[in-house]
């Protein structure tokens, strides 16, 4: 029923939205196959088809090359040492082997995810073995904070990557930001996109949005999408995820802009239990989160320069499972940009578990070889716990592409606020990287040591009740990417623990892919044709998955997983293939936990102006 309801929805959406489309005008008949006295001339109105085919698909282009004004972006000012933030901006997201936000974040060093299932069921990141704790998730500069059954991380494989514009990840030792940014629509052509997709375990995904920026600096987005998986045969784990957005802008003039922002998302998962025993694996979910926000932004210039401002008015509602529960936030964000620095200052109050939340964020840049950054966050929680640390960044850029950078982070944090019992840790991490960037190379070696510190486990996961204590930890992180020609790629991302084995993630991991993309320019000179195969490889040792509650240690195997993926593009029409687990390994990434065998996804997706 969810099914259907999502694809009337989808199917109302696009056919109001993309009506009238170029590509479905009629073509007029020739003028020999129509009698001259077949109609009265008064019977015709030409004023309702002064345009011909041709006429409005030049409208079209022209439209499309007449650019508008939107919002600004929050939280994109700061000046960053190079190598500090993975940026995968929309061309990025489409041609990634990734489905999901969190399978994006499988290119990091460091993160391992915890998966349990296939698409539709929780895939958690965990980075460096910090567990839930050790990511942070923003989306258009404002936190998200879990509710409800992820109250102490929100989960986000739930997040539809299609809504996103770009990502932006910032490393660091033991803490991984998340920056989710909304699409937003600059040109005077509506845009209108489509996607659907099916496979195993009957698999069904619906997509589809329409974007309008009209004269007068009103700008509209509304956009649905739906994805459905079914248990597998005698067993258990189905999952249906509907998300919902609808964003609405004036900015009246180029110095002001207010915004408002409409996310839901129904989440509906059947429990997953044991094969063999029948025990609870992951409880049954139902119930919806809703985030509303508004943001007013004022700016004095129009180039990213100068000061600005930005104020928030927001909260998020959750409810399902006799559970409800509401979390409101205030505040804004003073930014000052130059040429060769930048500072920002930002203040929020939550209703709930943290009172103020402040922070201050400084960088310099005197020259293009030697640039820094200071961050202070001060954090006041309920029960009297406080969270106060500054970080430092120094970053120099050599000759020939080399970099060494720095950072440091020292202060006390509490990892989950909304758990009463959770008090501040003592934070005291260290990291260097150095590397080289060239065209058809780039390698970084990392090494970071991280203060001893306790994980909080996953809360999907129930038959991992609990993470042993991290004693300070060496970590040993490397990246390597190499082009030789112009249409092969190879990738690669390793990261191990030097003489412990920490629970959650394995002492070594590694994430690699090879990768095909060409446009065939020879054959298809116009380059409207586009082809890009890629075969991933992601490979495990044998660790710990967590304790039970016992205290007894849970074995993690080791495991080897092949991921083929195949996109063809033409113009703006993209198909694909994605098929996971090729050799159909049965453990998966969590002890215990079944994951897909052999599961495949195909489909496409179709991007067009009005």
Do not use: C
Not at 55 to 75: E, G, I
Not at 247 to 267: E, K, V
Not at 503 to 510: A, L, R
Not at 552 to 562: H, K, M
């Amino acid at each position: 029923m969810r099914a259907r309801l999502a694809a009337v929805l989808l199917g109302a959406l696009v056919l109001g939205a993309a009506a009238p489309v170029v590509s479905q005008v009629p073509v007029t008949p020739p003028a020999d196959t129509v009698r001259n006295d077949t109609t009265h001339a008064d019977s015709l109105h030409p004023k309702h088809d002064t345009l011909t085919t041709t006429q409005r698909l030049l409208q079209v282009q022209q439209d499309q090359n007449v650019q508008r004004p939107t919002p600004p972006l929050a939280h994109v000012e700061t000046l960053q040492p190079a190598g500090t933030r993975i940026v995968f901006n929309r061309d990025s997201i489409d041609w990634a082997t990734a489905e999901t936000v969190s399978e994006l974040l499988n290119r990091v060093p460091g993160v391992y995810l915890e998966q349990g299932g296939w698409l539709g069921r929780p895939v958690l990141p965990n980075y460096q073995g910090r567990g839930a704790g050790s990511v942070e998730y923003y989306l258009d500069g404002r936190p998200l904070i879990g509710l409800g059954p992820d109250s102490l991380a929100p989960d986000p494989s739930a997040y539809p990557l299609e809504f996103l514009d770009h990502v932006e990840i910032e490393r660091g030792p033991g803490l991984l930001r998340v920056y989710l940014y909304s699409r937003e629509h600059d040109r005077a052509a509506p845009r209108t996109k489509i996607g659907v997709a099916t496979g195993d375990r009957g698999l069904a995904r619906y997509f589809g949005s329409f974007e309008r920026n009209y004269t007068g600096g009103i700008s509209l987005v509304l956009a649905a999408d739906y994805l459905g998986v079914n248990s597998p045969a005698g067993g258990t784990g189905g999952a249906n995820i509907t998300n919902g957005w609808a964003q609405l802008g004036w900015m009246p003039t180029p110095h002001f802009s207010i915004q408002g922002q409409y996310f839901t998302q129904d989440l509906s998962r059947d429990s997953l239990l044991d094969a063999v025993t029948g025990d609870s694996l992951s409880p049954a979910l139902s119930g919806t989160r809703t985030d509303e926000n508004l943001r007013a932004s004022w700016q004095q210039r129009t180039d990213g320069l100068g000061p600005r401002l930005d104020f928030y008015a927001a909260q998020t509602f959750w409810k399902g499972d006799s559970l409800q529960e509401r979390l409101g936030v205030i505040g804004g964000i003073a930014t000052l940009r130059r040429a060769n620095l930048s500072a920002e200052l930002t203040t929020l109050t939550y209703s709930a578990w943290t009172q103020l939340d402040n922070r201050i964020n400084l960088a310099w840049a005197p020259s293009h070889l030697l640039s820094g950054s200071v961050e202070f966050i001060n954090q006041d929680h309920s029960g009297n716990r406080a969270s106060d640390w500054g970080t430092a960044r120094l970053g120099l850029q050599l000759p020939a592409g080399f970099r060494i950078g720095g950072v440091l982070r020292d202060g006390h944090r509490v990892q989950n606020p909304s758990i009463v019992t959770d008090s501040a840790q003592k934070v005291q991490d260290g990291e260097v990287t150095a590397a080289i960037d060239l065209k058809a190379l780039t390698i970084e070696a990392g090494f970071t040591r991280d203060n001893a510190w306790q994980p909080t486990a996953y809360e999907e996961f129930t038959a991992i009740p609990g993470l042993a204590p991290l004693p300070r930890t060496d970590w040993i992180t490397g990246h390597i990417r190499l082009a030789p020609l112009g249409w092969l790629t190879f990738e690669s991302v390793y990261e191990e623990p030097r003489h412990i084995l920490p629970d959650g993630v394995p002492p070594q991991h590694t994430y690699t892919t090879v990768t095909g993309r060409s446009r065939f320019l020879r054959n298809f000179p116009s380059g409207i044709f586009e082809l890009k195969a890629q075969v991933a490889l992601e490979a495990w040792s044998p660790g710990l998955g967590g304790h039970d509650t016992m205290g007894a240690p849970i074995p993690l195997p080791a495991a080897s997983f092949y991921r083929a993926d195949l996109q063809i593009k033409i113009g703006p029409f993209i198909a694909f293939f994605d098929r996971v687990n090729l050799k159909a390994v049965k453990t998966g990434s969590v002890p215990g936990y079944p994951i897909v065998l052999a599961g495949s996804t195909y489909g496409m997706r179709w991007e067009f102006s009005n």
